[in-house]
């Protein structure tokens, strides 16, 4: 399976943590994003998104990174993997924490540290209010349950763990969400290489984010 990556980016390294729990080996390709490489007509062929990541399985070619974790556990995972059974009421709540994830958690850290990061925004205000009750809401399902989605660790930690990592890139204080601190520690016991996947990402995500050169897409 090729896998078009880059290590900084929180969305690979989820892939990646999903990979190592199943044993499967990804042919990995680096994506230079900071040269554009991802707008190069034979990358956006594959991904007219132009975004990482991207796997391409034979005649498959994915792109979305919840997506790409569904199918491998679907594709390569145990037959009733616990990190997506395939009972339709845990997958319902292991989906809902995805697309909360996806749809709100992701999306309204990005609305506020982009601006922060790239445009020289205050802290505070607005956004930061919306992010903050969007970690609320996760600190609640974390209180009544240890891991995203219930007893059990499943595809919801590994996609929400990336998106947490970021909060930890841009040195925001989890204390105030002491449910998730503690969860987030935990992940980073229990997720096989959790480290080696994704330190040097994360640090190369800081530096990049202090230099504050801002992203094409953006
Ligand atoms: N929703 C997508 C987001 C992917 C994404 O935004 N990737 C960023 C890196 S973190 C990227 O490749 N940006 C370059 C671009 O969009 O041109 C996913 O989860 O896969």
């Given at each position: 399976?090729?896998?078009?990556?880059?290590p900084a980016s929180?969305?690979?390294r989820?892939?990646?943590?999903?990979?190592?729990?199943?044993?499967?080996?990804?042919?990995?390709?680096?994506?230079?994003?900071?040269?554009?490489?991802?707008?190069?007509?034979?990358?956006?062929?594959?991904?007219?998104?132009?975004?990482?990541?991207?796997?391409?399985?034979?005649?498959?070619?994915?792109?979305?990174?919840?997506?790409?974790?569904?199918?491998?556990?679907?594709?390569?995972?145990?037959?009733?993997?616990?990190?997506?059974?395939?009972?339709?009421?845990?997958?319902?709540?292991?989906?809902?924490?995805?697309?909360?994830?996806?749809?709100?958690?992701?999306?309204?850290?990005?609305?506020?540290?982009?601006?922060?990061?790239?445009?020289?925004?205050?802290?505070?205000?607005?956004?930061?209010?919306?992010?903050?009750?969007?970690?609320?809401?996760?600190?609640?399902?974390?209180?009544?349950?240890?891991?995203?989605?219930?007893?059990?660790?499943?595809?919801?930690?590994?996609?929400?763990?990336?998106?947490?990592?970021?909060?930890?890139?841009?040195?925001?204080?989890?204390?105030?969400?002491?449910?998730?601190?503690?969860?987030?520690?935990?992940?980073?016991?229990?997720?096989?290489?959790?480290?080696?996947?994704n330190?040097e990402g994360m640090?190369q995500y800081?530096?990049?984010?202090?230099?504050?050169?801002?992203?094409?897409?953006?």
């Amino acid at each position: 399976m090729n896998f078009y990556y880059h290590p900084a980016s929180p969305y690979c390294r989820s892939v990646m943590l999903v990979a190592k729990a199943l044993n499967l080996n990804l042919n990995t390709i680096f994506v230079d994003l900071m040269k554009d490489e991802q707008l190069r007509p034979s990358y956006t062929a594959l991904n007219p998104f132009h975004c990482v990541p991207t796997l391409v399985d034979n005649d498959l070619t994915l792109w979305e990174s919840r997506a790409i974790l569904v199918y491998l556990v679907d594709k390569y995972g145990r037959t009733n993997s616990r990190l997506y059974p395939k009972d339709p009421r845990s997958r319902a709540i292991i989906n809902q924490r995805l697309f909360f994830d996806h749809g709100t958690l992701s999306e309204r850290l990005e609305d506020y540290y982009y601006p922060l990061y790239f445009d020289g925004a205050p802290a505070g205000g607005e956004k930061l209010e919306k992010l903050e009750e969007a970690l609320h809401l996760l600190d609640g399902f974390l209180t009544n349950n240890p891991y995203a989605a219930g007893p059990n660790v499943t595809l919801a930690d590994y996609s929400l763990v990336a998106t947490v990592s970021t909060l930890e890139v841009i040195e925001y204080d989890l204390s105030k969400y002491p449910a998730v601190a503690a969860w987030y520690e935990g992940c980073k016991g229990l997720m096989v290489d959790f480290h080696a996947i994704n330190d040097e990402g994360m640090e190369q995500y800081r530096a990049y984010l202090k230099s504050g050169l801002q992203p094409t897409a953006y």
